[in-house]
Structure formats: structure tokens, C-alpha cells
């Protein structure tokens, strides 16, 4: 009688499962069977959840204005964010407000960008906040339209902006939108191409969270970031989306998503001189239009050049006879742009006397403070320092 009642207990206990199995595969079933749109609108309360328990803690997400969303979204553009924060920090600190901004110096903006690479985004900064004073009083306008007018603002930055300083209900796809998306919906479209960034932008904006949309497109780049992660296997258990996601069901997420090959890097050899004269060292200022514009650098030449006598050095560079006291090789660096690979060499030249006229005089100490020098030279200003 005992073990007949233990065995029914057991039947009873395995029917459960099964039908607990069934309920799930069911329920699976019907998640896969979601249009595109459903899926989308599915995502909201989960993945809202989700970011206001796990969401990092970020300088830029503290009580933000307008301008410090701004502000931080164009720093985060194709740059870490661990490499962001110390700049968001300084920058905050010299450029309070908009109107602090719109007033700097060009010099003392681009050394407060130096290191951050893509330079043209500090310009477009002071730029957007000289119109900003200009034609709103000094505040970012509340909508999308208008800051899409301002310079150096694209569609996803203004998307950002009003959504999470203005909880106007936009989209802001970026790579981590776009990948989380093709998971989600399985779609082997190509991200890297206009049109699918376009239909992706519509989807959304047609079904996302539009009373926190914030919080939504804070949810997307975070699950992005932290989940469902540009390389390697995403950490799928963790994910709150894994329940609608078409790509953690089929087993697609290293073949989603798909991404046309970018076009080479154009290669050139470049020799850079770090000329000094006791406490003095020649720097020239790059042209204000092209790559990294108006910031200072080293002077250099195309080509590699082979230099081991001082001879060599005043031949090579057109200096007086006699000046050159010293050269020796500063040796090999590497620096990669997003269309070109720079390699170059270079040479420590000491030379007697003045600098020549031809380039700007600078004190060594101020290199530190006084002139923005790209990090593609770093290699050669640290040999000073």
C-alpha cells in the first residue's frame, strides 16, 4: 500500500513536470510566433527592469542636464567608455555650460580632447553651442528635429538627446541597438547599410516604450553592452530579452549580426622629428580643414627617411651647416585612423643655437598643458617628457 502510494505520488509529480514542460513549449511557440513589431513591444517591461537593477554607475547618468547628455553622448561615439569617463570628468569641470563652451579658446578646447581621437567632435561641440546661445537662449532645444540641425548632431545623437533629456518617444540605433535587434529578430540584414539602420529606426520608433523611452534606449545599448556582446559568445542566461530572442533559440549568434567587410586602411610611412633646442623643441599646427585639424604635431615628412649623421639630419631638413650637435633614431610607431594606418619613424635632433623661424617655438613643460598634440605622435612626446 506504501510503495503503491509513493509510485502515485511519483506518476502525479512526473505529470506535472510534463505538463509544466508542455506549458513552456507552448508558450516558446508562441513567442516565436511574434511579428516583429510584438517582439519589439515584449521587450519593454523586461528589459526596463532589467537596466533599473544592473544599469552601470556612470558620471553622465547622474541627474543629467541636456548638455551633460549631449555631451556624453558625443564623447561615447566609437570610443570606450572606460576612455571616456576621465574626459567627461575634465570637461565638465572646464566647460560648465553651454555658454563656458561657446566662448573657449580653440587651443584650450582641443588640449581638453587631446587623446580622445576623432578631434572634429570637439569642434562641432563649440560649434553647436555657439548656435545654441545664438538661437536658444543658451539651452538645447526639446526636439528632435531642431537638434538634428545643429552641428556634428546625426541621427542617433538626436535620437539620445531627446529620449533621455527630454523623454520625447525617438529611437537612437547605434552598433549595440543593431546588434541587439538582429538577435532578437533573427534577421541577417545587413547593419552596416543605410536601409536596414533606417527599417530598424522605424520598427522602433513604431513600438517602443513611449512613456520611458530613456529608459528603453538606455535598455537596448546596455543589454548591448554588457549581454549581448559584439565579440564572443553573449551571456545569454543573463539576458532578459533571451525569452523572445530568435538567435539565442536557433543558436545564430555567430553568424548575427551580419556585417559587410569594411575597406582596407590606406597605408602611410611617415618620419617625424622631435627638433630641440635645450628647453625648446619645434612644433607646427596642422591645417584647419582635414585629418586632425588644428592640432599641433611634431614636424615630419612623407616617406621613411634614414638618418645617422647630423650631416644627414641638416641635408634632410634644410638647416645651416654646423647646427645639428646630435641625432639618434627615436625608433618605430603605429598609429590607426579609421580609413589609415600611419607608420613612421623617428629621429631626436638637437641643434645648436635658435630654432629656426620655419616652425613654432615651444617650452617643453608646455607641452603638457599649452598645446593639443595628437596621440598618434605620443610615442615621440613622451621621449621628451
Not at 193 to 207: C, I, M, P, Y
Amino acid at each position: 500500500m506504501y510503495r503503491e502510494s509513493i509510485g502515485k505520488a511519483q506518476e502525479e509529480k512526473d505529470r506535472r513536470e510534463r505538463a509544466g514542460e508542455q506549458h513552456k513549449e507552448k508558450e516558446q511557440e508562441e513567442k516565436e510566433g511574434l511579428s516583429e513589431g510584438e517582439r519589439i513591444r515584449a521587450m519593454k517591461v523586461p528589459m526596463n527592469a532589467w537596466f533599473e537593477q544592473n544599469a552601470r554607475d556612470l558620471p553622465w547618468r547622474k541627474n543629467p542636464s541636456p548638455y551633460q547628455v549631449w555631451v556624453s553622448e558625443i564623447m561615447l561615439q566609437q570610443t570606450r567608455v572606460e576612455a571616456v569617463k576621465p574626459y567627461y570628468q575634465r570637461w565638465m569641470e572646464k566647460f560648465p555650460s553651454i555658454e563656458v563652451l561657446a566662448g573657449a579658446e580653440d587651443d584650450v578646447l582641443m588640449k581638453m580632447w587631446e587623446g580622445l581621437g576623432y578631434y572634429r567632435r570637439a569642434k562641432n561641440l563649440k560649434a553647436a553651442a555657439v548656435k545654441v546661445c545664438r538661437d536658444y537662449q543658451g539651452s538645447l532645444p526639446a526636439s528632435y528635429e531642431a537638434l538634428r540641425k545643429l552641428p556634428g548632431i546625426g541621427e542617433y545623437t538626436a535620437g539620445a538627446v531627446a529620449s533621455l533629456a527630454f523623454g520625447i518617444p525617438v529611437p537612437a540605433v547605434d552598433g549595440n541597438a543593431l546588434r541587439v535587434l538582429s538577435r532578437l529578430l533573427g534577421s541577417f540584414e545587413d547593419v552596416s547599410l543605410d536601409k536596414t539602420k533606417k527599417r530598424f529606426a522605424g520598427l522602433l520608433k513604431e513600438n517602443m516604450d513611449k512613456e520611458r523611452p530613456g529608459i528603453f534606449n538606455q535598455g537596448l545599448f546596455e543589454v548591448g553592452a554588457m549581454l549581448c556582446l559584439p565579440k564572443g559568445e553573449p551571456r545569454c542566461t543573463e539576458c532578459p530579452l533571451a525569452h523572445l530572442c530568435v538567435s539565442a533559440k536557433k543558436g545564430l549568434w555567430d553568424k548575427i549580426p551580419v556585417k559587410s567587410a569594411k575597406k582596407a586602411r590606406r597605408i602611410e610611412e611617415k618620419t617625424v622629428y622631435v627638433i630641440c633646442s635645450k628647453t625648446k623643441v619645434a612644433l607646427q599646427k596642422r591645417p584647419d580643414h582635414g585629418l586632425l585639424a588644428s592640432l599641433y604635431e611634431f614636424p615630419n615628412q612623407e616617406g621613411t627617411a634614414m638618418i645617422y649623421t647630423p650631416y644627414q639630419a641638416e641635408e634632410k631638413l634644410g638647416l645651416e651647416p654646423g647646427s645639428v650637435q646630435s641625432v639618434y633614431a627615436l625608433g618605430e610607431a603605429k598609429h590607426i585612423f579609421s580609413h589609415v594606418e600611419w607608420r613612421m619613424v623617428g629621429y631626436h635632433i638637437e641643434i645648436d643655437g635658435e630654432l629656426p623661424e620655419t616652425w613654432i617655438c615651444a617650452d617643453i613643460r608646455d607641452l603638457e598643458e599649452k598645446y593639443p598634440i595628437p596621440s598618434a605622435f605620443l610615442a615621440y612626446k613622451k621621449a621628451l617628457l
